[in-house]
């Protein structure tokens, strides 16, 4: 029997030499029936094949370029389709649907491209029914001509190529995907960092247009006041618009050091005369102690401060308390004392507030002090201002008045 050319399917172009039925020498230019997987053609597992089908079968696989092993024992099947590669699973039809359900099922689990098939003789339609039910995809019987049983090889073999591809490309996309994933995850993050910074530069800038037109707006308020009782209500009326109502004291430093007196006091639930013991012991103690701290000291618990200073600050008991002082150059120009009860907070936006208008506080009294030093400027006395002044207390009133400021220019 001739044996078509693996270039000529149609079979019509003979070849040459001859061969027995299931055992015809593979031409030389024949191809495989598949890729190469792994640099290796694709591998069949014979089980259970009688001597003629077996012969015929494998002669029929070499002839492909399907590389085969065959065993005889069922119970070896598992262990060899775990330990080699297997794409092609010859049955014999001897071996009966449920006796080799188990290793079809086991095939499709180390490998979705694996096929199963049957060898044997032409089957009934219930033999068929129950082997497809059991995993085979096709029925080949070896008896039947080389040319119609490598077109059924073919075929399958096409198939498991065509999955295995499939399942290449499957396995690249998932590795895309995950590479995908990490890439936005890590593009996700870098949004949130820039959003996150756009918002929290805004959100700066924003602060800082607020501030700067707080700063504005208390600096033209008291740019106006030149006396220090309109400076001190004018400073107060404004800060209690920020924080809502609330007992405030600021104290301004005398002559001494150590020396500071009340300038001004508003009530909200402590009246003054509830509080002067501690509007006393405020100014005696611890106006000196800020008098030159930069920083806003804030009790929100102040027990342990009311303890510090003795019984007289038993009205700070259940307060929360914020304390500062205004400097300007380093000079203390006052001390501020602010407290309410803790049912009603301060806002932790209020140490910002303090920052930006304490120093405009501080300037504009170290001006007022300026001014009123330069209001009660006098010019020394020269000696002969004061010979003048001996002759004028003899001279009438009216001819001395402002004598000596003439001779002196």
Known sequence: MDYPSSNDPSGDSPRDGQG?????????DEVPLSKPRDQQGLHALCIGLDCVQEVRLGALLDESGVRHDEIEPLTEALAHLVANPTDFIFIASSVLPH???PIAAQARRISAATKVLVAGPAPSSSQLLAAVRAGAVDWIDPSDDADTVLARIRAVADSINDERRRDERLTRLKGICQKLVVHRDEFTRQVDELHQGLHTAVHGVQERVDEAEIAGEFRGLLSQELDVEDLLRTALQYLL???????????????????????????????RTTAQPLLDRLGEEICERLSHRQDIIRFTDTREFVHAIGMAGAVLEDTELVAWAALNEGECMAVFFMFRNRAEPFKDELAALIDVLRPIFGAQMAKLVRIHHRSSFKFPKLQSDADDADDAEDSDEDDGEGEGWRDAA
């Open 20 to 28: 027995r039925e299931g055992s015809r020498p593979a031409a030389r």
């Open 99 to 101: 006796e080799f359900a």
């Open 241 to 271: 618009t920020k924080t809502g109502p609330t007992n405030a004291a600021v104290y301004l430093p005398g002559s001494k050091p150590n020396q500071f007196g009340l300038g001004a006091y508003v009530h909200y639930d402590c009246p």
